[in-house]
Each structure stands twice: as structure tokens, then as C-alpha cells.
């Protein structure tokens, strides 16, 4: 708990020098786990630092010592999971089962890294130029900046980590401040362990409202990742646009689970209740809207609402909850706010809408417009409406209808007529029979519009975190026109 409440900077835990603090809480009991000191610009200078001097030889280590390490990071994970588990529990408020999940996907992610060191590849090509051969050599941009969230942090945090380092970058990592334990410094312990040189990761814990900017703008990262609210997002891009710099960002949904006319609706109904109330609805990727054909509407809404009501809400730590707390108690307000304005647009309140402290119960609007605020904002909580329509045009258009385009998902026993919706739905991702959260290692993970820029996931990551450079060889000599 000591090592968890310091910066890690150059292989070493130190306090943070900013006079002011960070409390780390669980959003369950409201329990203080600890108090720590904010790290402070100087802070945020020496990790950049650090990091661009271990640069000079991380990036020339032997593919087989960087694959090691990868390797070593994945053996202390699965060492360590109870542990992981443990404080993804308590610290960001997950279900034993969303820990789970995220735990998965966390490995997942750092064994595809472990491959990344032998996918460093270059190509010879052509030349129109006689005796001329034209090379691109693939290399690390250097130094890239992290930003994780709070919500599946463990996961998000090294999504950009693993492969970062494991493709012959350095890292500097900026942990969400709900979450500065498993979105950063046991992340950076499990990296110590697993024998990272100094300087190869580091994590600083400040408030972003404090050295957000300072972060973003300082002169040594030369890719920004950010996960992270659509508003943080544009903010960032701003300021490393204005640099030139090169950022990869996963930002904010409005997802829509579509229910056609000949889906099996138990199915979708189960589907839809994963994807909406996994930790809380706290997920990018959850469904915020279900739109299904009027048709089907009725009884699609009752098998959905069976299900709802059956899910267990309350202690995350306890095996049988489903949905525990939101991450602060106030968010039960926010959304509380958001589900009246939205009855009184014309909405029913169907089902929930009640909450105990920081846990909220899962809560279906039904009689939803899509301009009234629970379907046009992300909710980002166990909050969803319920929208019909009559023809695979106008779900199209209501999948559409939002400025985000990250996830969704479309049910149908027909899987061509499915995938042939699918491909209209203007959506970085989309899944055909299941719902919208899913994420593996080696696929291609990022939105469209103002859902991010850039994709992780695989060669998506490699080359995000890579730069190539044209070096052409003239064999015998060349004449010119002058």
C-alpha cells in the first residue's frame, strides 16, 4: 500500500512534490485507502526524461530480451491475479466478474505484445529510378505519453503500455486519479518485478485539471494516448495538434443494440442486459439504446425486463452482485437528473431508477425519442432506453443519430441480412448476435466520428506506436537533366 501511494520515476517509488494531494477512495464504502502526494510538473520533467534517456538503448535491446520481458510481465500478472482482482475491486468499484473479464483481456493484451518485437517489419520496394533500391525501416517513435481512465483501468492502462514498450518505446504513464493503483503504480510494480530497466516505465499520479496540460504539451512524448471522455479527448488533440503531435484516442459512446423483427429475442434480451449493465454501464462500449422493431417490442421488453430484475446490485466484492457502485456518489445524481428530464419529455419510467449510496439500480426508459437527453447523451451508468422503429432504414438512421460512433451490436437469425446492416451503421465497431463490448488483443479496436481517433488492438498498435522511414540506395551512378 506505501510502494502503491508514490510516483514511479527511474526505476524508483518517490513521493510526489506538489503540496497538494490525492485521496484514493473506494466508491463502495467510501473507505480512504490512502493519500498521496500529487506529483508536480518538476516530477512530470524527470519521468520524461528518464524515459527519453532509457530510450537510447531499450530501442536497441535484442527482440528477444524485449519479448522476455513481455513474457515475464504476463508470468507476474497471472502471479499476482488475486491481488489485480482484489484491487480492481476495491479501488474502481468492479464486480468480481468485471474484474475477471478485465483481468482476461489484460493478459491477452501483454501476450500479443510478447510477439511485437518479431513484427518490426520493414519492406524493399521497386524503383521506376534504374539502379535504385528503396527501403522502409520500421522503428519506435520513442518516448509516448499515457493517459488511463478509471473505469477498466488495468486493461485500458496497458493496452497502450504492452505494446508501447514491447515495439522499443518508453513510457510515461498518467493514471486516472480515481483509479492511480491499477490504472499505474501496480502496473509499474508488476513491470519492476518482471525486470524492466529504469526509466522504461514510469507512472505520475497528479489531478489532470493540475498537469494534464503539462503532460500533453511537455516536449518529449511524441504520441499522446488517451482514453477518456469525448470533451477530455478533443481537449487533448488540441494541444498536441498545435505541437504536431501524434495522438491515439478512444473516447466516448453512444452505443445502440438493434433488435430486428426475426431476432431470437432471449438472445438478445440476455445480450443486451451484459452489454448495458457490465460494471454499471461505466463502459464505452455499453448500450445506451436498444432499438427494437415494433413488432417485437412488447415482448422483447418483457424478457429484457425479467432479466433486468434479476440481476444482484450492491457489495462488488460479494459473488453474486452483478452491478455495484458507480465510481463517486454523486454520479447517482447526475443521472437521476437525466432520467427526470427525460420523464418529463414524454418517457416512462419502467423499471428502477432508485439507489442506495453510490450503487444505482438498473433503470429501463421506455417511450424514448431519440432527442430526449437519456438516449442523445451517454449515460455512462446502469441506465437504458428502450427506442422503436419500423423499418431497417430508420435503425439505421437512429443508430446513427448521435455523434459518437463506437460499438453497437444487431440481432437477427438471418447473419447476411445482419452483416449487410451492419455494414451501414456508420461504427468503428459492431457485432452481429452479441453485444457491444467486446475487445480482443489482436483486433482492430477504435470508433468513427467523435469516438477517438487511431485503433489499438494487434498491427493496428504496432503501427500506431511505430514511424517509417524511406532510406533509398543508388547501386551505380545516376544521371540527372542538369
Known sequence: MTTYAKQFINGEWVDGSSSKSLENLNPYTGETLFTMSSASAEDLDKAFRSAEEAFNSWQKTLPSEKRELLENVAHVMEKRKEEIIDWLVKESGSTLVKAEIEFGAALGIVKESASFPYRMQGRILDSDTPGKENRIYKSPKGVIGVIGPWNFPFHLSLRSVAPAIASGNTVVLKPASDTIVTAGTLIADIFREAGAPAGVLNVTAGRGSEIGDAFVEHPVPGVISFTGSTEVGSHIASLAGSQIKDTALELGGNNAVVVLEDADLEQAADAAAFGKFLHQGQICMSANRLLVHEDVHDEFLRLFTEKTARLKTGDPSKKETVIGPLIREEETERLKKEIQATVEEGAELHYGGGSDGAVMEPTILTNVTRDMPAAAKEMFGP?????????????????????????????????????????????GMIHVNDQPVNDEAHAAFGGEKQSGLGRFGGEWALDKFTTEKWISVQNGRRSYPF
Not at 398 to 417: E, W
Request: hydrophobic share 40%; aromatic share 6%; no cysteine.
Open 383 to 427: 441506465v437504458v432506453s428502450v427506442l422503436t422503429f419500423r423499418t431497417e432504414e430508420e435503425a439505421v438512421e437512429l443508430a446513427d443519430s448521435t455523434p459518437y460512433g463506437l460499438s453497437g451490436a444487431v440481432h437477427s437469425r438471418d447473419i447476411h441480412r445482419a452483416v449487410e446492416f451492419a455494414k451501414k451503421v456508420d461504427t
